[in-house]
């Protein structure tokens, strides 16, 4: 899409609207593209945007040399509304507008405390983060390695079965933890 496109939905005057509160806050304007938005503030930086390829509408927080989506500020400060918690997608001038304001509202409720920088909070946010990975991580291994652990637990290659198993061991189903011990037994 061209740059035409782009000014019609009217992004940086709706961002301007909506987060005008950021500047009640202490924040300044130090960028506007029609489809980015940054505000700044004693080293914390807010940027909202459009996805110029999803047509999302979203917001985050940068401070510590960390950048935080809004989504996670959400899933940190409460995990049952992020369970629900969407990114809006809009197309016309005033789904831009209607999503912004809906977008505010989150940031306002939401990451109060990153926007004031309250350093305990930004703490936990990238203690959670890092747990969030590191699950994430292992999620992807277990995928990988489950299936060649059962092949060599199957062809009783019992070794190469308990390395793979115990690299997944936070993963395993009741069944696998038998078979890990078995695989164990035999190597011993």
Known sequence: ????????????????????????LGFAEIEALPTL???QK???EVNVYYGRQSHEIGASIIAFGNRYPISTIIRITDPKEF???????ASTPDGVAAALEDLSLLMKHYGRKALEG????????????????????LDVLTRQLRPQAD?????????KATELYARIKERLSPAELKKLNIAEKYCK
């Open 83 to 89: 369970d629900h918690f969407h990114y809006t997608m």
């Open 37 to 39: 938005v940054r505000y």
């Open 151 to 159: 092949e060599a637990f199957r062809k009783k290659d019992y070794l």
């Open 118 to 137: 309250d350093f305990q909070f930004f703490l936990m946010l990238e203690r959670q983060q890092r747990m969030w990975a590191e699950d994430y991580a």
């Open 42 to 44: 004693d080293g914390i």
């Open 1 to 24: 899409m061209d740059t035409a496109y782009y000014l019609n939905l009217n992004f940086e005057e709706n961002v301007r609207k909506a987060f005008a509160f950021l500047c009640e």
